[in-house]
């Protein structure tokens, strides 16, 4: 009877394993699919509906600047939903942050442009970008914690690189839905056609809700609020005792997120604007590059587990900044097969250290810090890297008329990332004190993802 007991015990533990795995990856493809889209039309079609009027390079870079005030937004949505998840636990935080994110990019599908209401228009955009930011702030921490504590230690780089698919499929999702609406539309795609996409959010919104709401809470949650050890205040907790952590957490993504946002959205601008490159087919090459995303992020997040997170997080850092100068002369180009090759390659870099880079840095957090550390630290990010990094490449651009200020921009943020990296400190304990984080430090046990 006990054996009985424990096969079906088993079972249930795998089933809602996979459902853990369910529930963060497509509710993180949903909440990445509204953020891209809004990147995609920043590009796109914004400056042309609520910024008219302007040369393209100030329409852009006005676009891309509302695009930064999301990012912006995101480390307060990280603090916030930080907090909540490790006071009242992953699910019910997660199911918070999927319904802001998806109506705040509804309300954006309906809202009029400058033509209709004026500096209204912009300033609306503004607010809803930042409802946005404050929603996906809150998203990552949580749909990567649900995965990854449902996960053993031995497979945490893998299992928590499940919700960084959300990544090439929501690129994936937003790009091919405003291709299909750009074919659909033809002439009409600025006036009502990019509008479609922000529309359609309602339903995912209702699968993502289905999904996350059948997953039961983290186990390791689950045990830190049976043993009372819950963190009265984990967002001050943390920057208290592990102001290193959060620092090194943010400053590791520069060689990941800056590039990023100028491989998927800036290329878009500069594809279009600088080479007359055909905006179908640069949307087709980033349909392409996702799709590689698909094998790339879960892979690397795999060897992480074998060969350790900072030696794989340091070979896509080294990657991207060798990269830079290649990038744009394949594009500068504007041979087609050389243009799509530039932007698969780009992302593999990329994927190179986003698949182990979920676990690299919420290791770093005790379980009863751990949403707010982790969040705070992988959010902050969007204000010195994925934020200002089309603005800054835009900038470039207008003053030199050259991509080389760009690389080099690239290069500048592959060397601030390895210092981090070597930086960074080494896990912290599983099991915490009660009120108080224990300190991760150089001393600290490796665990078995760590070389």
Known sequence: MAAHEHVVSAEAMHRQRRRAVVASTVGTAIEWYDFFLYGTAAALVFPHVFFPGADPY???IASFGTQFVGFAARPLGAAIFGHVGDRVGRKSTLVTTLVLMGV??????VLPGHASIGIAAPVLLVVLRVVQGIGVGGEWGGSVLLSMEWGSERRRGLMASWPQLGVPLGLLASTGMVKLMN?????GFDSWG?????LASVVLIG???YVRLRVLESPAFTEVKQERVLERRPVLSVLRHQPRAVLTSAFVRMSEQAPFYLFITFVLTYGTEELDLPRGDLLNYTLVAAAVGLISVPLFGHLSDRFG??????IGICCTGLFAFPYFGLLNTGSSGLVLLAIVLSLVFHDIQYGPQA???AEGFGTNVRYSGAGLGYQLASVIAGGPAPLIAAAILEHTGSSAGISWYIVGCSVVAMAALLLMPRPAPVVTAPQRPVPASTDAASSPGEP
């Open 58 to 60: 100030t329409g852009a």
């Open 104 to 109: 705040s990019t509804f309300l954006i599908g």
């Open 183 to 187: 074919g659909v539309s033809g002439d």
């Open 194 to 198: 990019w509008r479609i996409p922000f």
């Open 207 to 209: 699968i993502g809700l």
């Open 309 to 314: 997170r900072r030696l794989v997080y340091g």
């Open 359 to 361: 676990a690299l840095i």
